[in-house]
């Protein structure tokens, strides 16, 4: 969609890469600093839009999604979805341990919009969160998401969880908890199978360019 303030010609000579706003927040530091799980988890939630339009998402968004968005807003972006990894409450909310942390739900109430998940993820998520059907948007592996004129791939890597997700976007990979600069995910929480992150890890992103960034989901 564009902004009527970006006229056409703005666009014309211009690459993805010079249009690709991207950001990488920790959790406990770049935002959600009163919160008292948020450094010990050190989640990473990434902003991802197109400067010209100034549309984007924030990946797994958590803890303080107020300062989230109003970190958006700053850069003189706007919200129109959230993509999640995968349903842990840690990424999209929910109890943690006894601890309830903001989300995807909270998400919504600022800013209504869509939460895109992998199909066999809706119910975790939905149990999670409290977030309803209607909410999300369900996606099948190898789905673009256009934000602006920036795609995003999604990939299918079933194995933390059965609905676990990584993006694809500008030789960037964002893989949540499916794999890490050191190691992958655990797969001894509910929904989690070994065989299914083997197969993930050396079929599924294997197609990946082995020149890309990775941007894992914790630090």
Request: some cysteine; glycine content about 10%; proline content about 6%.
């Amino acid at each position: 969609t564009m902004d009527r303030q970006h006229p056409t010609s703005a666009l014309e000579g211009s690459s993805l890469e010079d249009r690709l706003f991207f950001r990488q927040w920790l959790a406990g530091r770049d935002f959600g600093a009163a919160s008292p799980v948020a450094g010990q988890m050190a989640n990473f939630v990434y902003a991802v839009g197109d400067r010209v339009t100034g549309e984007a998402v924030l990946v797994d968004p958590c803890y303080a999604v107020g300062e989230l968005c109003d970190k958006l807003e700053a850069e003189g972006m706007r919200l129109t979805g959230a993509l999640a990894t995968h349903y842990h409450p840690d990424h999209v909310g929910g109890d943690l341990f006894g601890h309830q942390l903001e989300g995807v739900k909270e998400l919504l109430d600022r800013c209504p919009c869509k939460i895109h998940a992998q199909r066999p993820e809706a119910p975790w998520i939905q149990r999670m969160t409290g977030a309803s059907a209607s909410d999300l948007a369900l996606h099948d592996s190898g789905d673009v998401l256009m934000v602006g004129e920036i795609p995003i791939t999604l990939i299918h890597t079933p194995g933390h969880t059965p609905g676990s997700q990584c993006f694809l976007v500008q030789n960037r990979l964002l893989a949540g908890d499916t794999l890490f600069l050191q190691g992958c995910g655990r797969t001894d929480f509910p929904g989690g199978d070994p065989r299914q992150l083997y197969l993930s890890l050396t079929q599924k992103l294997m197609q990946v360019p082995d020149d890309a960034v990775l941007y894992p989901g914790h630090a």
